[in-house]
T-cell receptor, first 114, second 117 residues
Framework: AQKVTQAQTEISVVEKEDVTLDCVYETRDTTYYLFWYKQPPSGELVFLIRRNSFDEQNEISGRYSWNFQKSTSSFNFTITASQVVDSAVYFCALSSTGFQKLVFGTGTRLLVSP | NAGVMQNPRHLVRRRGQEARLRCSPMKGHSHVYWYRQLPEEGLKFMVYLQKENIIDESGMPKERFSAEFPKEGPSILRIQQVVRGDSAAYFC???????????????FGPGTRLTVT
């Protein structure tokens, strides 16, 4: 069975602070994909990143960075110098090769105050 | 480029009525997925379709729910005889499918918020 755990239900930070959102996954498959999506207050889901299980290189995109560690089954997401516009619910998701469906975590609500 | 389109954005139905949710995938995408998000919860997979075929419906409730993706036109998620517990946000996603190296990312529509009164 596949499972994604986002233990942090809600995080509150002040603008310009760095914040890390945790994601731990479970799968028996050797090939799988991990994703992060952002859901702002308007409700839509915005794709942020896809990472496959063979690529453990960390990735940086502007203020966003992702740390994938197979040894701990984690795919954490860090926002550097947070901004009010980063306030949203962030979802981590998993899918296995051959299975198109995404298994989502329960999400982490990030509140960035000015 | 237009993204994934869903309509209506908001739908109110009384108990016992039917709800029809529509989804038009992104241009060039032939794979459609439906997910349901209950209040304060994550998204749960419902069904995966390609044109004229249901590939995986393991997340669909056994009764009252059905989905289709005809050769022409949008994908439709149909809920018959709605009950209050069906109130949720229903998201459609589309992708190019599967490449030789694995799954393409799924892009989501804005969702349809269904309220059953």
């Amino acid at each position: 069975a596949q499972k994604v755990t986002q233990a942090q239900t809600e995080i509150s930070v002040v603008e310009k602070e760095d914040v890390t959102l945790d994601c731990v996954y479970e799968t028996r498959d050797t090939t799988y994909y991990l994703f992060w999506y952002k859901q702002p207050p308007s409700g839509e889901l915005v794709f942020l990143i896809r990472r496959n299980s063979f690529d453990e290189q960390n990735e940086i995109s502007g203020r966003y960075s992702w740390n994938f560690q197979k040894s701990t089954s984690s795919f954490n997401f860090t926002i550097t110098a947070s901004q009010v516009v980063d306030s949203a619910v962030y979802f981590c998701a998993l899918s296995s090769t051959g299975f198109q469906k995404l298994v989502f975590g329960t999400g982490t609500r990030l509140l960035v105050s000015p | 480029n237009a993204g994934v389109m869903q309509n209506p954005r908001h739908l109110v139905r009384r108990r016992g009525q039917e709800a029809r949710l529509r989804c038009s995938p992104m241009k060039g995408h032939s794979h459609v997925y439906w997910y349901r998000q209950l209040p304060e919860e994550g998204l749960k997979f419902m069904v995966y379709l390609q044109k004229e075929n249901i590939i995986d419906e393991s997340g669909m409730p056994k009764e009252r729910f059905s989905a289709e993706f005809p050769k022409e036109g949008p994908s439709i998620l149909r809920i018959q005889q709605v009950v209050r517990g069906d109130s949720a946000a229903y998201f459609c996603a589309s992708s190019k499918g599967v490449s030789r190296v694995g799954a393409y990312e799924q892009y989501f529509g804005p969702g349809t918020r269904l309220t059953v009164t």
